[in-house]
Nanobody, 124 residues
Framework: QVQLVESGGGLVQAGGSLRLSCAASGRTFSSYAMGWFRQAPGKEREFVAHINWSGSSTYYADSVKGRFTISRDNAKNTVYLQMNSLKPEDTAVYHC?????????????????WGQGTQVTVSS
């Protein structure tokens, strides 16, 4: 079982950068694939990025590809989301999630554990 806590959200100007962190507690963190999702007001939760258990494979939504980078440090039980060239449409609550599924998945239903979320607001 894994518990996840996000941090690093805040207010940033368009074109700026922000780094989100997701700290995990519990054993066998490295056995989980990790993902980032976001949810804007009035919208459904949206897939952002995925990273496999070892960090050797990543996958991104088209909307963030080339701007966001997901990474993990299993020694620190932490996954990161580096967000560059931020746009106002990136404004949302960002959640990290853990999955036991080996294959890449963009479906929130296939993630077993979720963090509480951290707010990211991008001003124009």
């Amino acid at each position: 079982q894994v518990q996840l806590v996000e941090s690093g959200g805040g207010l940033v100007q368009a074109g700026g950068s922000l780094r989100l962190s997701c700290a995990a507690s519990g054993r066998t963190f490295s056995s989980y694939a990790m993902g980032w999702f976001r949810q804007a007001p009035g919208k459904e939760r949206e897939f952002v990025a995925h990273i496999n258990w070892s960090g050797s494979s990543t996958y991104y939504a088209d909307s963030v590809k080339g701007r966001f980078t997901i990474s993990r440090d299993n020694a620190k039980n932490t996954v990161y989301l580096q967000m560059n060239s931020l746009k106002p449409e990136d404004t949302a609550v960002y959640h990290c999630a853990a999955s036991t599924i080996r294959a890449v998945t963009t479906s929130s239903a296939r993630y077993n554990y979720w963090g509480q979320g951290t707010q990211v607001t991008v001003s124009s």
